[in-house]
Structures are given as structure tokens and as C-alpha cells.
């Protein structure tokens, strides 16, 4: 979708808003910068046959996006879910922020309310940081103690997105030194075809490693060999020089 398309495309949207949701949308936009926006166009990768094709910016920064979501996190759960369905980049993150933000005041079932929203709408969390920022702060924080047969059916989406939520949503368990589930879903994404899904499974087993280098390298010895390559340079970034070249070389 080109540029003018998704903008009158918004433009359309903004006239079916509810006023309070049109009037956050206009507040974040006074922070927009066209500068900004091109270079921030290019680093997402939104041309044609890319990653994040179609998507737009308005060029705002991440901490002034932040402010923006902290002065309106009274928003209902369906003013966000407006925002969410955006196809601008800046807005679905801001909303994103605001479900964070209501997730960590709610209870239990306001908890779950945000969960089920969330993974009902994902083909709007469509970009690398909106999945990065989101996942282990919902969907990761909401199943810690629960069931965890829903990441895995996300690992076998054909969605690129949902299969990112479903490594980087254990960065929540790995953040309690829990790691067999980002274990076993890393172990289903090493076939994966994108580097976006390989990057992310290499950040988390490296997440891994930093608490218990000793389960990482069990990991490793068994498929380094064979995963990507991409996957396994982000697993041994922080080794020591020594074994990051003897793994790179396959000499463990």
C-alpha cells in the first residue's frame, strides 16, 4: 500500500473515531517531524516486498510516544483498540503502550480482557518493536503461570508476527529463570525461513545464557551445527571471544 493510500486510508479511519481517540491521535501528531519520518521509513523496511511494506510514520520519537500514552492510559479498552487499527506506526505503538499500561494496573480479569484483545489483533502488532515491546509485558506476563499451549500454536503461525511473539513473549519466563519453553519454541523456529524469527530466537536463548550459560550451550552443542547461522551469531554475542569463534567455526 502506498504512502497516499494508507494516509487516506487514516484519513477515513480518523472520521469513524470516537472523539476522545481522534483527539490522542491529534495530540500525538503535533510531535511529528517529516525528517524523521523518511529515515524512520527506510529502517523498518517498508518498500515494496519488505517486512513492514505499507506501513507509515509520522516520525515521533519513542519517549515522546510514551508521554503521549502516560497522559491518556485512561482510554477504554475499545477507544485503544481504535488506535491499534491504524496504519500508522507511531499510533499502533502508542496504543500498544496504553494496553501495557492498563495490563499493569488491572486485575485479573481486566488482565485477561487486555490478553484476548491482544492476540485477537496482532495482524495490527505487524512490525519487529511493536511485537518486541508488547509480547513479554502481555501475552509473556499473562501466561507465566499459566498453560502455554497458545505460544506454541503462534509458533507454527504463518504469521512472520505472531511467530515473534511467540519466542520473544518468553522473555517474561526467562526474566523468572524459567527457560524450557523459549527452549522448545526456539528448537521449532530453527527451520524458519526469516532472519527477523532468527534474530529474535538467538536474542533469547542469549537472554538465556546470561542466567544460565551452562542450558544455553546444552542448546547449542545440539544445533548449532545446523541452525542459522544469524540465529546462532546473537546466541554467542556475549561469549567469550575464544568459544564465539570456535562455535562460529564449528569446532565445539
Known sequence: ??????????????????????KVKRELKRHSSKQKAKILQNFFKTGPGQYGEGDIFLGVKVPQTRSVAKRNQDLSLSETLEILKSPIHEERLLALLIFIMKYNKGNISQREKIFKVYLNNTKFINNWDLVDLSAPN?????????????????ARSKSLWQRRVSIVATLSFIRNNKFEDTLKIAKILLSDKHDLIHKACGWMLREVGKRDKLKEEEFLKRHYKTMPRVMLRYAIEKFPEKLRLQYLKGRV
Do not use: N
Open 1 to 22: 500500500m502506498s504512502s497516499s493510500k494508507s494516509l487516506k486510508l487514516s484519513t477515513k479511519q480518523d472520521e469513524a473515531l470516537s472523539v476522545k481517540a481522534a
Open 138 to 154: 502481555i501475552v509473556g506476563d499473562f501466561l507465566k503461570d499459566k498453560d502455554k499451549r497458545t505460544l506454541y500454536k503462534l
